[in-house]
């Protein structure tokens, strides 16, 4: 056992540095991706329109307003524009420690490139989803801090069914735990699979 977790160790350390090499050239065109897709699903949801957005250090402003016209009773404009800054690496900076962890386990087991591949991907998949939700919900949730500021955007939001306290309590224990621990949990994912396909695995 102590020579499995060498083995794994070694591997671990090997991946890690030019993971964190290339993560720092690559995140923040992953992260973009992630929060400007999960941002403008969650404006449209709420009848919002991105006029601008603009990348600041590790954090993406936003400059929103309302896509529908908003009148108040007597028909005059009540349109609104404003800001939202959404922080791009709430939920990815454990990417380069998962990502090492993952290769290290796959890679240190005799089974077929195929089958490693396999849990490659699908171990990566699941980190995308995890990315790509916990974004989801943290724009769902900055876009619901704005609802209160005056009752005709409270009322324009209100149209729909606003993020509520347990959405984002989902969204507090994602970004405060899970991508905490996903290095962790995506280690088990691969272990398990390991496991599963190989009665014994040799080392």
Known sequence: MQSRLLKVGIFFLLF???AIFGWIHIKTYYNYFITNSMFALSAKYYDLAIIDSKVEKNEI???IKNALPLRDIQG????FTMDMTLDMEAVTFNIP???SIL???ILSVKISPKERWEIFYTGFLLLFMLHMLSMLLLSLCTIKEIANINPYIH???HKHMVANAVVCAIKDFL???AARFEPFLIAFFAWYEVQRKVKKVAF
Do not use: S
Not at 76 to 79: E, H, L, P, S
């Open 76 to 79: 005059n404009a009540r349109d």
């Open 155 to 157: 009322y324009y939001l």
């Open 175 to 177: 970004i405060n735990y």
């Open 103 to 105: 290769l290290a386990i």
């Open 97 to 99: 420690m998962t990502i």
């Open 16 to 18: 890690l540095f030019p």
């Open 61 to 63: 402003v936003f400059t």
